[in-house]
């Protein structure tokens, strides 16, 4: 594998290999930009005490799996950003009748445990699904913020020209006129400098920041 290919990996903030008969994921924690961690359904018997490297992940979903003791998984307690956890079907549950208080002290900052609001104890009608759609709006607004940004700065750009054009054109007007005008083109200059001076009174109160 390349330096390129290293590099465009390493980068990755969403990995889902999920149904597959996964059971070492020691090298995930080198994807160290992980925000999203889908490995449901797979052989997996423990979390690797690696995964604190992961410091960006958000949602781990590891469900449906092998985990058969609660030190299989006491990197929990290392991974401060992690908020979101699917955790169901895995035998170290099965006598557990109260595993969401207790993960939710294992890991501190842990919010939803298998889609149950670990403050309210509510059912949290978003699966790990809309999550991800969650994250996808939250980019798209972004983009758009920043394009809508782009735009006004362009469109203020734009009158700034048209100010100085008109005030480059107002000191034209204000030049004494000829002798030789007669009184009708004498008013309509007047008439033509009146709202000269209402545009530009008119941009500068409007469009200048």
Same mark, same amino acid.
């Given at each position: 594998m390349n330096h390129c290919e290293n590099t465009i990996i390493g980068a990755l903030h969403l990995l889902r290999l999920t149904n597959n008969r996964i059971q070492d994921i020691q090298i995930i924690s080198h994807l160290t930009h992980l925000s999203e961690l889908y490995l449901a359904n797979n052989q997996i018997t423990?979390?690797?005490?690696?995964?604190?490297?992961?410091?960006?992940?958000?949602? +781990?979903?590891?469900?449906? =799996?092998?985990?058969?003791?609660?030190? &299989?998984?006491?990197?929990? /307690?290392?991974?401060?950003?992690?908020? %979101?956890?699917? @955790?169901? /079907?895995?035998?170290? +549950?099965?006598?557990?009748?109260?595993?969401?208080?207790? +993960?939710? $002290?294992?890991?501190?900052? +842990?919010? %939803?445990?298998?889609?149950?609001?670990?403050?309210? /104890?509510?059912?949290? @009608?978003?699966?790990?699904?809309?999550?991800?759609?969650?994250? =996808? @709006? &939250? $980019?798209?607004? $972004?983009?758009?913020?920043?394009?809508?940004? $782009?735009?006004?700065?362009?469109?203020? &750009?734009?009158?700034h020209t048209i100010i100085n054009d008109l005030q480059k054109l107002s000191e034209w007007y204000n030049d004494e006129l000829p002798t030789n005008y007669s009184p009708e083109t004498n008013t309509s200059h007047r008439n033509s400098k009146h709202r000269l001076f209402q545009a530009l009174t008119f941009s500068e109160e409007n469009y200048q920041n």
């Open positions: 423990c979390l690797p005490n690696s995964f604190h490297k992961l410091i960006e992940l958000q949602c +781990l979903d590891i469900s449906n =799996n092998s985990i058969q003791s609660w030190k &299989d998984i006491d990197v929990l /307690g290392r991974m401060n950003s992690l908020f %979101i956890l699917h @955790i169901n /079907g895995n035998p170290l +549950l099965s006598d557990e009748e109260n595993y969401i208080d207790k +993960l939710s $002290k294992l890991c501190l900052s +842990l919010e %939803i445990i298998d889609n149950v609001s670990v403050q309210t /104890g509510d059912i949290n @009608i978003a699966p790990t699904e809309s999550y991800e759609q969650l994250m =996808n @709006i &939250d $980019k798209e607004l $972004k983009d758009v913020d920043q394009s809508l940004e $782009k735009s006004i700065t362009n469109i203020q &750009d734009q009158f």
